[in-house]
């Protein structure tokens, strides 16, 4: 049943009610047994791995993740040259036994000059715990949006006073598994899912703390894709869609408002 639905917010009663039908007296407590069950079996890794465009080559060394802060379904981007890895699904698979830890309210960061992860009480705890969030930088300051428990809430964290800024305008809908990516001083989202697959796409202007819905849509929306910035166009590959694991790309461009297929 949760790979059918992989990707989506599934409730405990939803759950309760098509897995274990209507006629199930016990309590929701059993779901979340059932799902600590198959997380003991599923270990985070906690792993950067290191891609050289040039040589087309991997690193076989893995950056390790701070230890009992190993996380999955992170909001990640990067400012200057320091990847932010916030909030997200904790799991400590060193523990004996592997202890889960459920959703975290910390940000990791990477330094790309060292290839190691710090966790700074200056950088934490960021304000909601939350997964499935998008994350972009502007201005030097690291977005959060959205997410499952984030649902509508912006946070911004601003790495030169190593502050939470809040109080920011709320997205226009609840997204999960979105892209979301500055171009020109604006942060677009799209794609994501939370009820439904999402095929509009959103502009957040920080400068003016304010959303637009553009008239663009996506006849064919992802969520859980990875996303980057190309000429000024947001590039997004892999991820699903309401039927598979999708091997796809496509590419916006917010200056024409236009989705292509690659």
């Known amino acids: 049943y949760l790979i059918e639905h992989r990707g989506r917010v599934l409730s405990r009663d939803l759950l309760l009610t098509d897995v274990w039908s ?34 087309n080559t991997y690193d076989a060394a893995a950056i390790k993740m701070v230890t009992g802060e190993y996380t999955s ?65 502007v201005g030097g300051k690291v977005y959060l949006i959205g997410g499952a428990v984030g649902f509508r809430t912006v946070d911004v964290f601003d790495p030169a006073t190593g502050t939470w800024l809040e109080d920011n305008a709320p997205s226009p809908d609840v997204l999960a598994n979105a ?19 999402n095929t509009k796409v959103y502009s957040y202007d920080p400068g003016a703390n304010a959303w637009s819905t553009l008239s663009a849509t996506n006849s064919t929306p992802l969520y859980g894709a990875v996303d980057g910035v190309y000429n000024g166009k947001m590039v997004m590959a892999g991820g699903a869609d309401d039927t598979a694991i999708k091997g796809d790309a496509q590419m916006f461009d917010p200056a024409t408002g236009t989705f292509t297929s690659l």
């Open 22 to 55: 209507y006629q199930y007296t016990g309590g929701t407590r059993t779901v979340d047994v059932h799902i600590r069950r198959l997380r003991e079996k599923i270990p985070y890794l906690g792993n950067a791995i290191t891609y050289d465009p040039a040589a």
């Open 73 to 137: 379904w992170f909001g990640a981007c990067l400012a200057d040259t320091k990847i932010y890895i916030s909030a997200g699904v904790k799991w400590d698979s060193t523990a004996s036994p592997p202890a889960d830890y459920g959703q975290s309210a910390y940000t990791q960061v990477l330094d790309t000059a060292t290839n190691t992860f710090s966790l700074l009480a200056a950088l934490s705890p960021s304000p909601l715990t939350r997964d499935r969030s998008g994350a972009s930088t």
């Open 179 to 197: 892209n979301a990516a500055a171009v020109n001083g604006k942060i677009y989202v799209l794609n994501g899912v939370w009820s439904a697959l």
